[in-house]
């Protein structure tokens, strides 16, 4: 698939990066050559310097064969203007990334097909709704949900003193067998395995489980973790992000404190935000984090712009006794550092955009994508056709390619954590956890 | 300032003044009043017509001279109004007729005259007009149909209904005051056609109606709407309540969104406070009393809901109520109704940004780097217009303190000094003490006429219109360009 880029940010680089390794064709657009040159050095795409916003770019891009047009500047009205020049190629579908709450306020606002937009993204948001997600799961590092939050695929540390530590999988399987609780991934020392029943799991284990909506308490539990409800919050930050994540913790009812360190902008986000107590200050004075009730905080979400400063404050948090905290990281070579550090999970903009994107980039049986952050493995939900090789099969039949692993079937709105005699019937959807070795192996037993 | 310029308009308002009084001839010539009144018209038409031919006809209004023209236009419009007071020979001193007619453009309804019955129709009918008039603001009718008050329009409508701007209904101004004047015209005429179906005869029905929705409060009877049934002060109650709302929302409302009023967040405030001292007062009248009839809620309702929009009309004499009501009465005295209304007082929009403004502070208190924002109605409230509320509160304060002062020092007790300032700066008319509802002010000296009438005009322009005329700098450049 041919696929066209603007914008060589920090969203445009990592999708581009992520639909090179998909196999795709891709060029990337940008106005800034220094960009484009940074680009050209380390992905194996084309470039093309100038603005999306112009045809003649687009076709020296290659439009005209071009199955998908991904519109990531961090300029909201030159991503909808890209999209709206390129509206009479054919076959085209356009995504735009509009991240101005003004646009989303009211639903007069922003038509997307008068722009001639296909999907609209929004990372900011995307973002702010996985902090929510975070935060009502309390003790996970990362949640990713299918089958309308039917599914639940959570990251999990293991704590010292958790009823499975030190256990093997086939044991804890006899004894908790009655559990739609699955182990589907254990990361370790760096990397990620799918595990076989002998895995023993340690203290310190990087889980992925799969469950049903209904037992994310017991498989915290499990794990060392007592489920506790969100109600006061501490965010850091006057990004768009924090923006979002407060509005959604003021829809929830959840007692939030936002600190800003921006005269102006705390002012600002003070008017637009009714429930939020706003404060204007620095995310790394201790005594005022402190004076504000940090210790007592069920989460602290720092979301400021630069990631030293979260990752200081977050610490400062954790140190004060907030409950759970979560740091916003844009550098990849962060994200093990921050946990090793003690801090409980890691968000990032690039990564919720490329979630956002590439869901929308798989076409045929793919229904929805998840990855995640500090690991190469995705989840990725099919829908079973009639042309598929394991369709009528059970799971021990069907010779899951190693690396691989069926997390979950939902076959209307049953939901089955599957064991071997589980079959897999057309028509269902079927959530699959997959290295990246593994990938390949895994689209091929899902044709469309 | 440019003091011709001035004269100039205030000779425009005269004339206007003028017309106004041969309304009431149509009475005078039965009355064997006919001369006097075609005295005190035609006098104020050729003072008028003087000062308006004297002085330039290029005018130019700056903010200054808007100020200036709605400050002395109203001095020079209720001087005017005093007139047939004193030629008809009904009001027996010059301070009594002023006051008279002060109370009667301000809105505030309070009388010297202990009978009402025994005065002329056409004294009668000329107190309503001066309350229709001052209700919506002369000036802002001028405004609205005379196109030389075009080009400072904003300013005069301004000066004259001040408050917090709240929004225009069409981009012109002049546009806006015809429709603010328009709605009001229909309001009074809906309300005239009600008291003509229930209890009135036309001449009553005209005047009360003119009377309750500038929240005026003179009425045809010394018993006011106590003289009425019990359907007409249900009615009378309603209305008031519409003559003290925002006229901006009627208008919305009339051309097709219901949801205007509920979506107004000064409407809730402002009903929200009438319903509560609704409870308290009918609580208070039962538990003294004994009784918790359909009446004493009626009573209960109309007086507190009389004083609350500043209206002052009375069917109890709430001087005999208990002092726990007469207390929530001061309260609703000093509040007064919503901005934008023809009614006066404190207002609740300003009570309601002063409140939130306070728990803003308590929650400085308890976070000292909080950025707290007062909002009104969802947005912001600007920095400006929140010191301009606080200087406001300030000045009435200050104010009321030196009205109550001087009026005890002309020898009145401390109930009677205390409400009547506080009445006459609300607009409300009846306070408690000597001047309560039963009562009138035809017992006060000149003085104490005086000082009424000075806070009446302050608290209907809402001081700032009054005060800049004492300061030297809006004399400054008397008589140039700039």
Known sequence: MHVVVVGAGEVGYHVADRLVGLQHDVVVVDVEPRR?????????VAVVEGSGTSMATLEEAGIQKAALLLAVTNVDEVNLVTCMSAREVEALTTVARVSNPTFYRDARNLRPAAFGVDVLINPERELALETVRLLKTTAATDVAVFAGGAVQLLGLMVAPGAPVAGRRLVDLAAEHGDRPILTVAVERDG??????GDTEIRVGDHLFVATKAGEVATALELVGYQPATVRRVMVTGGSTEAYYLSHLLQQHRVQTTLLIEDRQRAQDLAEELDKVLVLHGDATDVELLELEGVGGADGFVALTEHDEINILSSLVAKRAGARQVITLVNKRDYIPLARHIGLDAAVSPRLSAANAILRHVRRGSVTRVAT?????????????????PIAGKSLAEAGIPAGAIVAAIVRGTEVVVPRGHDRIEVGDSVVVFTLPEAAQAVSEYFPA | MNLREVLHVIGALLMWTAGAMLLPTVYAAGEGLFVPWMAASLGTAVLGLGLWRLTPREIRINPREGVAIVGLGWIAIVLAGAVPFIVT??????????????????????????????????????????HWLGGMGIIVLGVA??????????????????????????????STARLLWGVYALLTAMLAGLYLLLDMDVFEAVNHAMSCLATGGFSTRTASMGAFSAVTQWVTMLFMIVAGTNFTLHYRVLSGRLGAWVRDEEWRWYVGSMAV????????????RGGWGADAAREAMFNVTAVHTTTGFATADFGLWPAFAQVILLGLMFMGAMGGSTGGGFKSVRTGVVLKHVAGEIRKVLHPRAVVVTKLGGRAVRPEVLHNVLAFLALYVVTHGIGTLLLAAMGEDLVTALSASLAAMSSIGPGLGEVGPASHYGNLGSAAHLVLSLLMLLGRLEFYTLLVLVFPSTWASWGGTE
């Open chain 1, 372 to 388: 995640f952050e500090g690991s190469d493995a995705e989840a990725i939900a099919f829908t079973v056709s009639p042309a598929s």
């Open chain 2, 277 to 288: 001292a609704w409870a308290m007062v009918f609580v208070a009248l039962g538990v003294s």
């Open chain 2, 145 to 174: 149909i005379l196109p030389l008050l075009g080009m400072g329009g904003a300013q005069l409508f301004h000066a004259e209904a001040p408050g917090i701007p709240s929004d225009r209904l069409r981009p012109r101004i002049a």
């Open chain 2, 89 to 130: 020979g009904t009001a027996p001193t010059v301070a009594g007729a002023v006051f008279e007619s002060v109370s009667g453009f301000t809105t505030t309804g309070a009388t010297i005259f202990p009978i009402i019955e025994d005065l002329p129709r056409s004294i009668l009918l000329w107190r309503s007009i001066s």
């Open chain 1, 191 to 196: 990397a990620t395995i799918v595990p076989r």
């Open chain 1, 36 to 44: 484009l040159e940074y680009v050209a050095n380390h992905l194996d």
